[in-house]
């Protein structure tokens, strides 16, 4: 991109966020990290890129989309709606061709006889550019291999219905064509898959055990080879000649060819009914989680937060090949409790939330019930719920005390925050706090007053003495089981006040109607109608319920409410990210402005991330924005559960704070 700056007035960097959808199918998102490339393309400085590019939201099958595109260029072109309507008409059209004419090369070239050939599975950017692939089509071309790409298979023809529902869950656009060609080539005598992955992708691990789990089933060998910035093709052309004998000798010898003896199932399926079963929810936030338990055993349910501990963590990372470490940690915290408990697997619920975001929480489930598949130990009889954030599944009141119990969660931790640090006797905050945990545990239960057991914590936290002073302001963002689970970010609250800083936190509850408004509009502009209207209607409920409790807690915090009502508009557009886009880097930003609009002397910040998290990635890589856009300097914590001290990153910011730069968020709309 850097060579067209100089040689060109306009840049084309369209937003492609979702593929076009067969029948029958929810979503087919691009990766995250393709959803927000243009978004930080369009942010480096060095590129010059400001007033040059032209970024339309990019669906082929939208009128929206069409719509979208002659508003930009309309002036640019000086040309009518129709030329462009038919140019880019035609242009699709060419494209459509030129993916149907890639069936007819197989159809064409295929091996017969006693030749085999190759199917190359992955992304196109890693197979089809050279600059990525390191020669691989080329190796196996030098070994009288014909390959071909996963695009030439026709995959769509066949029948699906073995792997139906895992298609279902599978919401990543290349992930679900990769699955289906895999399929095909296991059917298919004399081919065979090399899967190209790229180093830790994060939604190809989620895609690679259920690739080789349709492997293992037909009893045929493949190859996987993960592509970094450090190996020769050396290594590459050694393991592809192993392969090629492999395949080979599989394709000969009918006779010596083996099935595993123990086939894991093609789909890892879900439930969406607890049947009485003990109920297993994990710990995102120890405070919240645990008052959570009180609104399942409220609706009768046997359930129980499964705490995570540093065994967990080590113990988890065993079954970690990229994925998001926080879905391995749930995932190992269940079969733990499970055992130490003496629980009938049989007779147990693992809970997860779902999510339609593009995130690879979605799959956490499929995931989720595929590590205990693949533990055994009768670890495979548990079932795993699929279940609502806000608990609407379960009841519309589970869903309002679920929403109070986030809240007054939150709450407790934010008072913990600001008054932890100037306590006169050291440790008193924290043991308050799991006071109030347990009486605001048995408010939640039912059959007790809110009003007088939010007075009773209120008067605890009252007669905690303090000192009188000020430290700088640290506010927490990032992803909500690194930002939240002290176990997991090595107690990351209580490390910031040693280094001499106060913690700003966010509620939950506070965080929900803060992104409400721009998810409502997606919404809407997805036709999902009844989502806006359910969530308007909660929101509008708990607005009017809660404003007593406010008033009870403001009387330790002396401060209003957090604004939700931000121009998300203006915040988006200087980060050159659409309402179209999903997920935790857009909240993120709508969060920073936010608490930089609530708390003007914020004197840093601290991104929180579990290993492998794409979300996280992408908002590290917009720190130096936000930076600029708040004046505030960014520090990113990536938990790789190993142990080692990562929290000491925070300590010099501190310690000598960075003199804030002049801040541009009064002027967010401008670039």
């Not at 030749?115 to 950017?125: Q, T």
């Not at 065979?192 to 080789?212: A, N, R």
């Not at 004998?245 to 083996?258: A, E």
């Not at 931000?566 to 915040?571: E, L, P, R, S, V």
Request: proline share 4%.
């Amino acid at each position: 991109m850097q060579y067209l700056v100089d040689k060109c007035d306009y840049i084309f960097l369209p937003f492609y966020l979702e593929a076009p959808k067969q029948k029958d199918e929810d979503f087919r998102y691009y990766c995250y990290y393709t959803q927000f490339a243009a978004s930080l393309a369009a942010g480096m400085k060095s590129m010059r890129l400001k007033n040059k590019t032209i970024m339309p939201v990019i669906d082929h099958y939208s009128f929206q989309s069409r719509i979208e595109l002659f508003s930009i260029l309309k002036s640019i072109l000086n040309t009518g709606y129709w030329e462009i309507y038919n140019a880019y008409e035609a242009a699709l059209a060419f494209y459509n061709e030129g993916r149907a004419n890639l069936l007819n090369v197989y159809e064409r070239e295929k091996s017969a006889g006693g030749d085999i050939s190759v199917a190359l599975l992955g992304r196109p950017y890693a197979i089809m550019q050279k600059s990525m692939n390191k020669g691989i089509p080329d190796i196996f071309s030098t070994l009288g291999i014909k390959n071909f790409y996963q695009d030439m298979l026709p995959s769509e023809q066949q029948d699906l219905s073995e792997i139906e529902p895992l298609l279902k869950r599978m919401h990543w656009n290349y992930a679900a064509r990769i699955l289906k060609a895999a399929l095909y080539i296991a059917r298919t005598p004399g081919l065979y898959p090399v899967y190209v992955t790229s180093f830790k992708c994060s939604p190809d691990s989620f895609t690679l055990d259920y690739f080789k789990r349709i492997m293992d089933k037909c009893g045929k060998p493949y190859l996987i080879l993960e592509l970094d910035e450090h190996d020769s093709n050396v290594g590459y052309e050694t393991r592809i000649e192993a392969a090629v004998r492999s395949f080979s000798n599989h394709h000969k010898h009918i006779d010596l060819r083996l099935v595993s003896s123990r086939l894991l199932p093609l789909n890892s399926a879900s439930t969406s009914r607890i049947k009485n079963k003990t109920f297993l929810f994990p710990c995102f936030d120890p405070i919240n989680s645990k008052l959570l338990e009180a609104v399942f055993i409220r609706e009768g349910v046997d359930a129980r937060m499964v705490p995570l501990t540093e065994k967990v963590i080590q113990r988890g990372l065993r079954t970690n090949s990229g994925q998001c470490l926080p879905v391995n940690l749930i995932a190992q915290s269940y079969m733990d409790h499970i055992e130490e408990n003496l629980l009938d697997p049989a007779q147990t619920v693992g809970w997860i939330f779902d999510s339609h975001v593009a995130c690879n929480i979605r799959l956490y489930p499929q995931l989720i019930k595929g590590i205990m598949e693949a533990a055994g130990r009768g670890m495979e009889q548990v079932e795993v719920y699929v279940g609502k954030m806000s608990l609407g599944d379960i009841s519309m009141q589970a869903s309002i005390e679920a929403y109070f119990a986030h809240m007054f969660g939150g709450m407790l931790r934010k008072i913990g925050c600001r008054i932890r640090p100037y306590e006169k006797e050291k440790g008193m905050t924290d043991k308050v706090i799991v006071q109030s945990v347990n009486i605001l545990y048995n408010t939640l239960l039912g059959g007790r007053s809110k009003d007088d057991d939010l007075a009773r914590v209120i008067s605890l936290f009252k007669k905690i003495e303090t000192i009188p002073g000020q430290r700088p302001k640290v506010a927490i963002f990032g992803d909500m089981y690194a930002r939240d689970n002290d176990t997991f970010n090595q107690n990351l609250i209580h490390c910031i006040e040693q280094y001499g800083g106060e913690v700003i936190t966010t509620p939950f509850n506070e965080f929900v109607k803060l992104v409400a408004s721009p998810y409502m509009r997606r919404w809407f502009l997805e036709g999902e109608f009844m989502d806006v209207l359910v969530t308007k209607t909660l929101i509008t409920l708990v607005n009017q319920l809660e404003k007593s409790y406010y008033k009870m807690f403001n009387e330790l915090l002396n401060e209003p409410a957090m604004d939700s009502d931000i121009d998300y508009k203006k915040i988006y557009e200087h980060f050159d990210v659409t309402v179209q886009h999903y997920g935790e880097s857009a909240d993120n930003l709508l969060k920073i402005a936010a608490l930089m609009q609530h708390y003007p002397d914020i004197s840093l910040f601290v991104q929180t991330n579990p290993a492998f998290c794409c979300a996280g990635l992408v908002t590290e890589a917009m720190a130096s924005r936000i930076e600029e856009y708040t004046g505030v300097p960014v520090v990113t914590l990536n938990y790789d559960g190993t142990g080692k001290n990562i929290n000491s990153k925070v300590s010099p910011y501190i310690k000598f704070p960075r003199r804030k730069a002049e801040k541009v968020i009064a002027g967010a709309g401008e670039r």
